[in-house]
């Protein structure tokens, strides 16, 4: 590269012949406000030796698209190309797949081109000498492979997975809770529906079968006793086995969960009438137990709690929170780390991708899982399959999402307008897992009208552990500033054994002091975006300083996320790239950090929009920078040049500071 990192920390910029500081995207003159005007205005006051004139860019929302000519000389692979067909994407994906770099998985693990039951009907290369001819060498990650597989844990069990995809995994613990809760669904699980099917093709052609009293079918021919007629469902304390159906279930037991379909009833009031069939007989069972048995099954509130009190934690960031980033947090200060939200129907299908997000370092001593749903069955079968499959801390229910997708499918903050089905949720899910249940919720949906004040009383006994409130409500999204008075008369209004814990805009030692003094109730602070621009938050709270932390700090933070990103998703060409990637997300916040030797005024807002402005040195004024083509250019320090063609669109585009009533 031209000029090297440390070159970069060196160098001073302050060119003499500068033009004098242009009005900033707000088309306000900055240089001639004060810094008490500036801050009014929610503009960082940064000092006036050190502005500059805005960057001119033909659209000031594009990051992706630049004019400057000096980078797009050197960067004219990042620009956006013509947009293709949704059809020649898809020819253009296959004759890649078919190119020499996309070596078959079968083939790439044992060496042997005859490996691949495919064989050439494959869609991927069996060419492993032009595999080995393209590919550059792999970057050095600082740990082995197997190493990295050791420190982390939370993968996809590939059996468990073949069983997510077939719909053969059974939730007793969850099924029976739900039951108990009159929670459990009309519809018949897909196997359900494959079970009856296959039984019914299995009946005599004369209809000669009989009905125990229970609903199981016997033939004419078997000799089926009561007792062999099994609860497809255990007691609710029964223990799970880790493996979900690792021995076939005996043809009697498949029998007795059949029902006759063939007196002229439909298929859809059958389905309707028989889906609780597994279920049946532990209900049964439960109640022919003595009521001295009962109080031997474990209470929500005898479970082991986690003391989040004084503890920092880092809240699940979307995207941005993954698992290298946590580990930055880690090294920096954080006590409690927190996967990226999941969604539960994606766990259930066996989605790869969406397990990844629960994978857990050996670094992160106290962690949980972020999972989103709308429906108490969809949580609670997801909470008992991470329970055996997983190993975490704690269980976060998410209930104040406030994306779009999400609400339209009645998860996150959807729930907040229908109080009895987040209860029907956290009961059912409180009751199904070992592991403490906590949720994160918003301060209503729609804006001034706050309602999570009413329910947070309940709360607690509905079996949540510790209740996050974000103030804010779904139709702020990330605009305005936070409402802590309504989050502390949240934590007032709150029972003994439920923690509180407040988010909202801390971003500075100083946010943290001042909420746990103005209300002792509160157990802790989570901490979102402050972490995103400046993870070093943790770092300044637990010393209690103002860190006026250099370029070459920073440049050593983000060659750690790149270390650590390497090791997680690898050091070849894909994870190179997977890494960069993450990198630039990441690097899409940090740019909003003006560092404390800059401002008239400290510590920065949360809500402070930044000027144009130079830093102390050539790195500092690079890393200010808003443009896409800076963020590949530090990118390129730490992983090499960006292959041709890239290119790069944050995919998080806060509203915080574009909105006029921020400031």
């Not at 947009?83 to 083939?107: D, N, Y």
């Not at 073949?162 to 196997?191: E, H, V």
């Not at 052609?205 to 021919?221: D, L, P, V, W, Y």
């Not at 969604?343 to 949980?368: I, K, Y």
Request: some cysteine; aromatic content about 6%; hydrophobic content about 30%.
């Amino acid at each position: 590269m031209a000029e090297s990192a440390a070159e970069l920390s060196e160098s001073r910029i302050f060119p003499a012949d500068s033009p004098p500081p242009q009005p900033n995207s707000t088309g306000v003159p900055v240089h001639n406000l004060t810094p008490e005007e500036l801050v009014a205005k929610a503009i960082a006051p940064v000092k006036k030796q050190f502005l500059r004139p805005p960057p001119t860019r033909a659209n000031q929302n594009d990051t992706v698209k630049y004019t400057n000519e000096r980078s797009s000389q050197q960067h004219s692979s990042t620009l956006v190309k013509e947009k293709k067909s949704k059809r020649q994407l898809k020819r253009e994906r296959r004759q890649e797949k078919k190119s020499a770099s996309h070596l078959c998985p079968e083939v790439a693990k044992s060496g042997d081109v005859s490996s691949c039951p495919y064989k050439d009907k494959c869609r991927f290369s069996h060419d492993l000498d032009g595999f080995k001819a393209q590919k550059p060498d792999d970057l050095e990650a600082g740990s082995t492979n197997t190493l990295r597989k050791s420190s982390e844990v939370n993968g996809l069990n590939k059996d468990v997975q073949k069983l997510l995809w077939k719909n053969k995994i059974k939730f007793p613990k969850a099924d029976a809770k739900l039951k108990s809760l009159g929670l459990l669904g009309p519809a018949k699980s897909k196997m359900k529906v494959m079970e009856d099917k296959e039984q019914e093709g299995g009946v005599d052609s004369n209809n000669s079968h009989a009905t125990n009293g229970n609903g199981c079918m016997k033939g004419t021919g078997d000799s089926v006793d009561e007792s062999e007629c099994s609860p497809c469902v255990p007691e609710e304390n029964n223990i799970v086995n880790d493996r979900p159906l690792k021995k076939a279930k005996s043809e009697n037991v498949e029998n007795c969960c059949s029902v006759e379909g063939d007196n002229g009833v439909s298929v859809l009031e059958e389905d309707t009438r028989n889906n609780t069939a597994d279920t049946q007989p532990a209900a049964k069972i439960d109640d022919i137990l003595p009521e001295t048995d009962g109080s031997l099954k474990t209470h929500p509130r005898e479970k082991k709690l986690i003391d989040f009190r004084e503890k920092l934690y880092l809240a699940p960031l979307t995207t941005v929170g993954n698992l290298p980033f946590r580990r930055v947090c880690k090294v920096l200060g954080a006590d409690v780390t927190c996967g990226e939200m999941a969604m539960c129907t994606n766990l259930l299908q066996g989605q790869a991708s969406e397990w990844a997000l629960l994978r857990r370092h050996s670094s992160e001593d106290l962690f949980g899982v972020q999972i989103c749903g709308a429906y108490p069955d969809t949580v609670a079968r997801t909470v008992e399959l991470i329970d055996q499959q997983c190993t975490v801390d704690f269980i976060d229910i998410n209930m104040g999402c406030p994306i779009d997708i999400v609400v339209n499918k009645g998860a996150g903050s959807c729930l907040l307008t229908k109080p009895m089905r987040m209860k029907g949720v956290i009961e059912a899910t409180s009751g199904t897992a070992d592991k403490p249940i906590t949720i994160k919720v918003r301060t209503g949906y729609f804006e001034g009208k706050n309602r999570i004040d009413s329910l947070i009383a309940d709360i607690g006994t509905w079996g949540a552990s510790a209740v996050t409130v974000h103030g804010r409500t779904r139709q702020q999204r990330y605009s305005k500033l936070a409402d802590w008075d309504y989050i502390y008369q949240c934590a007032r209004k709150a029972s003994d054994d439920l923690q509180v814990l407040g988010n909202g805009d801390i971003y500075s030692y100083l946010d943290w002091n001042k909420h746990k003094s103005d209300c002792p109730e509160l157990a802790s602070c989570m901490i979102a975006r402050g972490a995103l621009i400046k993870p070093w938050i943790f770092t300044e709270i637990k010393e209690q300083r103002h860190w006026d932390i250099t370029s070459g700090e920073r440049l050593n933070i983000m060659k750690d996320f790149a270390r650590f990103g390497l090791e997680h998703w690898g050091s070849d060409k894909k994870g190179v790239e997977t890494t960069r990637h993450f990198l630039l997300e990441w690097l899409s916040y940090a740019c909003r950090y003006i560092p404390v030797g800059l401002l008239d005024v400290i510590p920065q807002r949360l809500n402070w929009r930044p000027p144009a402005y130079y830093g102390r040195d050539d790195l500092e004024t690079l890393m200010a920078s808003d443009s896409a083509a800076d963020w590949i250019r530090i990118s390129e320090m730490l992983l090499g040049k960006v292959p041709d063609g890239f290119t790069f669109a944050p995919k998080h585009k806060s509203n915080a500071y574009d909105r006029a009533e921020n400031g």
